[in-house]
C-alpha cells in the first residue's frame, strides 16, 4: 500500500519570499507523484507530475519539485510567491503502469501575506 | 472543451436521505473516479469506473454505489445519509493509458 505525509499542515510566507512545501512517501512498488492545488470552493489542479527521468520537474505558476528516491520525497518549492498563491496543496501518489486510485496527504495550507 | 463538470454544486439532504451526484468526463476520457473529501483532509477514493464496470473501490460502505453510462458519464449515490457523510465529492476523468486525472469544480453535500 502507499501512503502520503505531508509534512506542514499550514505555511505562512509573506509575499515575494521563497517557499517549500514538504512531502514524503511510502510505497513497496514503483509510484508517480503529482502535486494538486485547491483554491477555495474549487477543485483539484495539477501543478506537476513525476513519472520518470529528470528528477526536477517544472509545473505550472513557476512551481518546481524534486523527486528524491532514497529520502523518498517529492518537497514543492517556489523561488518567490505571490498573494494569489494562497491555497490549499496536496501531494499524491499513484501505482506507476497502471489504472489506479490516487493516494492523497491530508494537505498543506500555504498562506501568503502581504 | 468544457473539462470535468459536476451537478449540482451544492446541496443539503436529511440524515437517512439518498443522493445522487453527477459527473461529465472530459471530451476524450473513458475513466471516472469518485472521491471524498472532508473539511480539512485530502480527497479519499470511493471508487473508479471504466467501460461502465465499477473496476476499483476504496474503503467506503456498500451504502456508496455508482453507474457509468455509455457516454462515459457517472453517477454517485448514496443511501442512508449519515452526519458524516457531509463532504466535498470530487469526480475525477482520465483517458487510455492517461496519467493524468482531471477534476471537477466538486459537489458540496450537507447532511443535517
Known amino acids: 500500500a502507499q501512503s502520503v505525509t505531508q509534512l506542514d499542515s499550514q505555511v505562512p510566507v509573506f509575499e515575494e519570499a521563497p517557499v517549500e512545501l514538504r512531502c514524503n512517501y511510502s510505497?513497496?512498488?514503483?509510484?508517480?507523484l503529482f502535486w494538486y492545488v485547491q483554491y477555495p470552493n474549487q477543485g483539484l489542479q495539477l501543478l506537476l507530475k513525476?513519472?520518470?527521468?529528470?528528477?526536477l520537474v517544472k509545473g505550472i505558476n513557476g512551481f518546481e519539485a524534486e523527486f528524491n528516491k532514497s529520502q523518498t520525497s517529492f518537497h514543492l518549492r517556489k523561488p518567490s510567491v505571490h498573494i494569489s498563491d494562497t491555497a490549499e496543496y496536496f501531494c499524491?501518489?499513484?501505482?506507476?503502469?497502471?489504472?489506479?486510485?490516487?493516494?492523497f496527504g491530508a494537505g498543506t495550507r500555504l498562506a501568503v501575506h502581504p | 472543451d468544457a473539462g470535468v463538470t459536476q451537478s449540482p454544486t451544492h446541496l443539503i439532504k436529511t440524515r437517512g436521505q439518498q443522493v445522487t451526484l453527477r459527473c461529465s468526463p472530459k471530451?476524450?476520457?473513458?475513466?471516472v473516479s469518485w472521491y471524498q473529501q472532508a473539511l480539512g483532509q485530502g480527497p479519499q477514493f470511493i471508487f473508479q469506473?471504466?467501460?461502465?464496470?465499477?473496476?476499483q473501490r476504496g474503503n467506503f460502505p456498500d451504502r456508496f454505489s455508482g453507474h457509468q453510462f455509455p457516454n462515459y458519464s457517472s453517477e454517485l449515490n448514496v443511501n442512508a445519509l449519515l452526519l458524516g457523510d457531509s463532504a466535498l465529492y470530487l469526480c475525477?476523468?482520465?483517458?487510455?493509458?492517461?496519467?493524468?486525472?482531471?477534476f471537477g469544480q466538486g459537489t458540496r453535500l450537507t447532511v443535517v
Open positions: 475525477a476523468s482520465s483517458g487510455t493509458g492517461g496519467t493524468e486525472a482531471f
Open positions: 510505497s513497496s512498488v514503483s509510484v508517480y
Open positions: 513525476y513519472l520518470s527521468g529528470s528528477t
Open positions: 499524491a501518489v499513484i501505482k506507476s503502469g497502471g489504472y489506479n486510485k490516487l493516494i
Open positions: 471530451s476524450g476520457h473513458d475513466t
Open positions: 469506473y471504466y467501460e461502465e464496470e465499477e473496476r
